[in-house]
Structures are given as C-alpha cells and as structure tokens.
C-alpha cells in the first residue's frame, strides 16, 4: 500500500472543510462564551504569617510560684496555628462581623453593548446555575442551605492555608471574583484569628484568682458575723476572768453544798433517834440530841422534859388512872407529836436545801463546762479566720502577680506575626483569555482533525484515478464527467482498461 500524497491530504482537507469549519466554529463558540460568560476573573489575596516561639507554648503557671521559660524552636507548631486559622468558629465570626450573609445591592448594569450584554448573559447562567441547584435539591441529591451557611460553605472553599515542610511560616490564600475587597476581608479574618488564637491559648488565671479572693472574702465575712455573735451570745470575750469566777463560785457552791450535807445527816441521825425513842415504853426525847438554843425543838424538848418530871411528881401523890396524870399524858403525846412532825419538817426542808445546794453546784460545773466548750469552739473560730485571712491575703497577692503578668503579655509580642499584610491584586491569576482562545483554536483543529481522520477510516469510496489504479492494479483507460473548475476534482468517474490496445 502506497503513503498518501500531500496533494492527496490537501484535497481531504478541501473536501472536508465544512466539516472543519463547522467543528473550529462551534469550539471557538463554545470557548468565547467559556471565556466571556461563564469563566469569572479569579483574584488571589495572600498573606505570610511567621509562627515563632512564644509564651503559649509553655506550660500554665502554678499558683505556687511564677511562669515557666520557654526555650526552643518548633516548627511543628505552624501546623496547630493553620489547624486555628481554618477553624470553622472564626468563620462564622467573620461573616458575622461584616455581614456578608446580608443581601446586597443588586448590580447595575453596564453602560457598553458589549458590557450590557455580557451582564445579561452572566445573569443568564446563574439563573441556570440556580436552577440545576434547585433541581438538586428537590431531588435529594444536595442539602438546601441557608445564606449564612452558603457563604461559611464558599469561604471555607475560598481561603486556603499552604505551610511549607521546613517552614516556620504558613500562606493565607483568598480566592475572589472581585477585584477589591479580598485584602480587606483577608485581613479581617487575620485580626480575628489573631485574638482568637490568644484566647485559646489565654490561662484565665486572672479569673481563677478573682474567684478565689471573692470566695474566700465572702467566707471571711461569714466567720467574723459568726464570731461576733458567737461572742456576744456567750459572753466569751474574757475566758480567763469568767472561768476564775465560776471556779470560786463552784467553790462556794460545793462548800454550801458540804454545809447543806452535814445539817441534813444530823437531822436525819435526830430523826432516826426520835423514831427509835417513840417506838420504847417510856420515850427519852434527850437522846435525840442538842438543838440550837431557843428553837422549836428546844423549846419543845424542854418542854417534854417538864412534863416528863412534873408525871413524876404527880406519881409520888396520884395514880397512874388520875386526871391530872391522864392529862400529862395527853399533853406529852401533843409536844411529842410536835417535836416529831417539826423533826420531820426540818428533814424535808433541809432535804430541799441540799438538793438546792447540790443543784446549784451542778448548775456551776455546767456552765465551766459550757464555758470550756465554748472557748474550744471560739478558738477554732479563731484559727479559722485566720486560716481564712491568710488564703485571702495569698490569693490576694497572687492575683496582682497575675494582673502585672497579664499586663506584660498585653505588651509582648505573640508567636504568631504578619510578616506580609495581604493587599488587592492587580491582576487576575490563571491562565489569560488570549491564551485561552489560542488553545481553543488548538483543540479545535486537533478535533477536527480526529474527526476527518474517523470519516475518512470509514469511507470506503473512491475519490482518484489514482486511487482507482491502486486498488484495480490496472490503468486508467478514460476519466468521464466534467471536471470541477476548483483546483482538485470533487468528483470523477474513470473507466478501467485490461491494458490491451
């Protein structure tokens, strides 16, 4: 089989250039509304942060001493602060602090034809754009969002973080379809990460310390209260005088007491007597023993012994039947009964008096008791407060150490630093629409091309005298029919001789 000719392939071509025309026409139609309508400039805003070392790294100080050094260079942190920087947290803080999820002023249109139409068209594919959306969601295959939601879902689409392996510092990149406004956002968003990142990395120690001091202050004043009126319902202010008080007073009690005691055995040891001497024939009333002088059962012993002798003496001269010693009798039983119930009165009263006394002695060693508890419990008080004085007056110290620390931080630079501040391109990024349009027409003749080349696989007519010698093996005899006043024939019809004359 023969290589084609040049003249050959050049007459394909000729006789396939509508079809080549019409392939470079609907590609360059598709590629100029790719370009002009559906493709929007894309802007780049970037931003270089360096992460060096700082304080957040170090552990939190303790309330028993200061903040620890820090010492070291680690460049694995950069992946923590771009793991913050694409937190959703400050995203949401974002479209929040600038409203971005607030409906807009719709667009105005352009002045030029060009401009106006271009507009329309675009306007035109995003209502499509909105449609194939809904479409989607209607028929499960994509969550309908609301526009808080939709604008977090094309921020976090639109910034991205690139950290370098060796690198201590991480690019911020704001992708945009707008020309200004991306380095305003971009560096909105630095801000709040900026402050959020020191929040995260903030001890609160401040607040701890707050609390502390205000817990243990309330707790302060709650013990004085208690102590206060602890004291004053007690009476405890001057241990030491009330308790030798009470001592002497217990003193005496317990004497009065002892007093109390021997008066009653003695009364009770006359009682007992008396009963003895009632219960004999003759009743001896001088063996209940002495009484104090001009008392009750004085007079009435001396009485029963007058008697007791005038009964004699009325013996001596009467009988023991007669009246008068009759009536002597009667008269001793009366004094006897007397004496016996004023003997028995005194029992009970100084009975009454020894409890009396003993009571009161109770009462005293009581209220030593009391007083001793009381002074145990004032004294815990005591050590309590000024175990409370003591914690407050630490914390206290502690938290202007904290607040000067705190103050020194506010100072001090982080770890995070913008060595680069993002500003508003100049230009859009990507490829640019000349060239665009250059490998449009590329691809345009490259499908052109493979489509000639699949029609001519699968055409099997014949085109050429040539051609026709090629596959008979024999010459050509005659060519029949008009011959085309373009350069290469477009069609022919050639007779085919056996070479004979």
Known sequence: MQEPSLRYLVGVLWN?????????????????????IVRDDLYMVSARV??????????????????????????????????????????EQLVTDLGLDKPGLPPVPPAGMFQ????????????????KDE???RVGLRP????????????????????????????????????????????????????????????NSVQLFVDEVDRTTAQLDSMDKQLQEFENRSQITSYEKQKDVLVERLSQAQAAENDAGIVLRDIEGKVRRMEAALKGGRPNFGSIGDFPRESLPH????????????????????????????????????????????????LEERRA???????????????????????????????????????????RRKLEETR?????????????????????????????KTALLEIAVAVALVLALAWITVLEFFDTRVKSPEELERYMGKPVFAVLGERSRARFPVSKRAVVTDGSA
């Open 135 to 137: 479409l989607l969601i």
């Open 353 to 395: 008096q020894y409890g009396s006394r003993q009571r009161a002695r109770e009462r005293i060693q009581a209220d030593l008791a009391g007083l001793h508890a009381a002074q145990v419990q004032w004294r815990d008080m005591k050590r309590q407060i000024a175990d409370l004085e003591n914690h407050n007056l630490f914390y």
């Open 16 to 36: 396939r250039r509508w079809a080549i025309t019409s392939i470079v026409t609907l590609t360059m139609l598709i590629a100029l509304v790719y370009v002009f």
């Open 299 to 346: 007079n009435l012993v001396n009485q029963l012994a007058e008697l007791d002798r005038e009964r004699e003496q009325l013996r001596l001269k009467e009988l023991d039947s007669s009246d008068k010693i009759r009536n002597n009798r009667e008269q001793f039983q009366v004094v006897a009964g007397m004496l016996e119930a004023n003997l028995r009165a005194l």
């Open 144 to 203: 309908r969002l609301d526009d808080r939601q939709k604008v977090i879902a094309q921020l976090q689409k639109s910034i991205r973080v690139e950290a370098g392996t060796d690198s201590n510092v991480f690019i911020a990149v704001l992708s945009t379809p707008f020309r200004k406004g991306g380095a305003a956002l971009l560096n909105h968003h630095i801000e709040n990460y900026l402050r959020y990142r020191q929040k995260l990395y903030a001890e």
């Open 404 to 432: 000067a620390n705190d103050s020194m931080n506010v100072r001090e630079l982080g770890n995070v630093v913008v060595i680069e501040r993002p500003a508003d391109p100049i230009q859009p990024v990507g490829i640019r």
């Open 116 to 131: 106006r139409v271009r507009f329309e068209l675009k306007a035109i594919s995003k209502a499509l754009s909105d449609w």
């Open 50 to 91: 360096l992460v060096k070392i700082g304080r957040e790294q170090a552990p939190p100080a303790t309330v028993l001493g200061s903040g620890p050094q820090v010492i070291g260079y680690r460049s694995a942190e950069v992946n923590t602060e771009t793991e913050i920087f694409q937190s959703r947290q400050l995203y």
